[in-house]
């Protein structure tokens, strides 16, 4: 099951047309993924780049949105983990207004493993392979707008 984050979405984050400005979704996506390594997958964000040295910078990001969060909402960011590669991870998000079944904003990272000295990258350590793993899903998941499936390419 995914890992869920609850989050309100505050005045600093709508636009003139009072609605979340579109790249907020982004900053959205990574406070859920810092809470999920800290809850699925038992190790604080910043130990895993302030300690082990490791950086996982996005090099492919694809969004989808099909109705408006407003000022106010209570949201949930549904984070998993979708491939798991050699040196990448991709990511995957959801995000639904409270109470609501489908989601309005779904979404999915492909993130690099990197050393943070060096900025090379590098193989993703054993120790984080095997949690990533224990948490990977294959994902089909409904889009509202469309009611398709929606597959990240793998």
């Not at 990197?114 to 193989?123: E, L, P, S, W």
Request: charged share 30%; glycine share 4%; net charge negative.
């Amino acid at each position: 099951m995914a890992y869920r984050s609850q989050l309100k979405i505050r005045f600093g984050d709508i636009d003139r047309a009072g609605i979340v400005y579109y790249p907020r979704f982004l900053h959205y996506f990574h406070i859920a993924l810092e809470e999920f390594f800290s809850h699925e997958l038992e190790i604080e964000y910043p130990t895993v780049v302030n300690e082990h040295r490791m950086g996982l910078p996005t090099v492919h990001l694809e969004t989808d949105f099909s109705k408006p969060l407003r000022y106010g909402d209570k949201i949930e960011i549904e984070v998993c983990v979708i491939k798991v590669g050699s040196t990448s991870i991709t990511f995957g998000y959801r995000v639904f207004r409270e109470t609501e079944e489908l989601p309005r904003v779904v979404g999915h990272n492909v993130t690099v493993c990197i050393d943070m000295d060096t900025f090379d990258k590098m193989k993703i350590p054993e120790w984080l392979r095997i949690r990533l793993e224990k948490s990977q899903q294959d994902v089909c998941w409904q889009t509202s707008s469309k009611n398709e499936c929606f597959e990240p390419p793998c």
